[in-house]
């Protein structure tokens, strides 16, 4: 759950020498202003577009272009004015469902509002059922992914990492502290898609962290948090100890001394 992007150009990449930064950051945010106009106001055409965006009509149809051909947007035909009757409807456009996805941080906003919303009226308490009814819809999902995996954690988890990835995370898991008492794995997450809701709502957190040890069966825990501005979600997951026992030396053959 993501906030609006800012598309002014300081935001964009640094300049690494040759000015070639500041024009690419340009044009991603051009590109990101006529995503979030089709939004509001599709089915719209170039020309509407240029109008509101003051740009030209040329320059328009380039992004629109790289919009569609990432299948952001679709054509859409717009029903005729008054003036274009007898001819062929303009080409209007409209977002797609992938678009309306890569739109997705308004719903972050609304998402927010609404368990604050639900806090406020309901309690405390509301916000952690709903949270953990969240993570339980998950965990039914992610544990068909994990249904082959057997016994063995390692193979376990691995299966969680990509089972996350499917959900919209970016997972991946790797050995840590091998040959180690401490030795373990860690499963990190470069991306949640509840990231800015959660750094409101740690329960959400804290219910994801509570799946994770129900689907592996050991006592997982968070080491660090995107919802807490570390730059990856981490989460060590032990290992079970290995337990050698010691044999007696064979006193079979005893010194005759």
């Not at 300049?15 to 106001?41: F, I, M, N, W, Y």
């Not at 997972?171 to 990231?195: E, F, I, N």
Request: a negative charge; glycine letters at 8%; hydrophobic letters at 35%.
């Amino acid at each position: 759950m993501i906030f609006a992007r800012d598309t002014s150009p300081s935001m964009g990449p640094r300049p690494t020498g040759d000015g070639s930064a500041q024009p690419q950051a340009l044009e991603t945010g051009t590109r990101e202003r006529v995503k979030q106009t089709v939004s509001e106001h599709g089915p719209i055409t170039a020309a509407e577009l240029a109008q509101r965006l003051g740009l030209t009509p040329a320059a328009v149809r380039r992004h629109l272009d790289c919009l569609a051909d990432a299948g952001l947007l679709e054509e859409h035909e717009k029903a005729p004015t008054e003036a274009r009757r007898r001819g062929r409807p303009a080409r209007a456009y409209v977002l797609t469902e992938a678009g309306h996805a890569d739109l997705r941080e308004d719903y972050d906003t609304l998402a927010a509002d609404v368990l604050r919303f639900l806090a406020e009226h309901a309690g405390p308490g509301a916000v952690t059922a709903y949270a953990q009814q969240r993570a339980r819809e998950v965990a039914e999902r992610l544990a068909r992914d994990m249904a082959d995996a057997g016994d063995d954690l390692q193979s376990r988890t691995e299966a969680l990492a990509a089972g996350l990835r499917r959900e919209g995370y970016a997972a991946s898991m790797r050995p840590v502290a091998a040959g180690t008492p401490l030795a373990g794995l860690q499963l990190c997450q470069g991306h949640c898609p509840v990231r800015d809701v959660a750094a409101q709502f740690p329960q959400l957190c804290e219910a994801e962290a509570e799946m994770f040890s129900d689907l592996l069966g050991v006592h997982v825990q968070r080491l660090a948090s995107l919802a807490h501005g570390d730059h990856v979600c981490t989460t060590f997951v032990p290992l079970p100890e290995v337990r050698t026992t010691k044999t007696s030396p064979d006193t079979s053959e005893r010194d005759p001394r």
